[in-house]
């Protein structure tokens, strides 16, 4: 008997018990009785979906290292042997933010998490890894119920001396815990 109304006073409110007397009757004498209540609310998911790659565009093989700089709003800039006259002017878009279309129930909070590193290949097997992942959350709409919302990915890209030519692709994976 010792042994279950320890248990139970562990258990019972998080451990913090607010009477006296058997865990398992009611103390003798006067009582009085109130109810609780309790509640669940299931919500469906925000929705997220890709609707644009993360573009880093063309550039001249550099004979040194340099990084091209992708901001989430579309800017890019390149440093060391990826800047000046190495960049390739591109017409229709040639660079660009990835771009997700999130749909949010209204007053649903939730965060959206993404890795610091991932790895662009080519056949063959060169590689070159996109740093410093960064978004820019905008909320474009709110129909009925439901808040849309665009957001932007950006990067840097880490160029090696002499990289080795050809396309590079790669993916990242975004997670969107609820609040």
Known sequence: MRKL??????????????????????????????????????????????????????????????????????????TGAVSGNQLIAQSGGGSSPGSFQIIANTGQTFSIYGPITTTLSKAGGATMTITNLTGTLTQTATVGGNIYYTLNVGGTLNVGANQSVGTYTGSYTLTTIYL
Do not use: D, H, R
């Open 5 to 78: 109304q320890s248990l139970c006073a562990a258990l019972c409110l998080g451990g913090a018990w607010l009477g006296s007397g058997s865990a398992l009757a009611a103390p003798s004498g006067s009582s009085m009785q109130i109810n609780g209540t309790s509640k669940a609310v299931i919500v469906t998911p925000a929705a997220m979906s890709a609707t644009a790659e993360m573009k880093f565009g063309q550039f001249v093989q550099p004979t040194g290292s340099g990084t091209l700089i992708l901001s989430p709003y579309g800017t890019m800039t390149g």
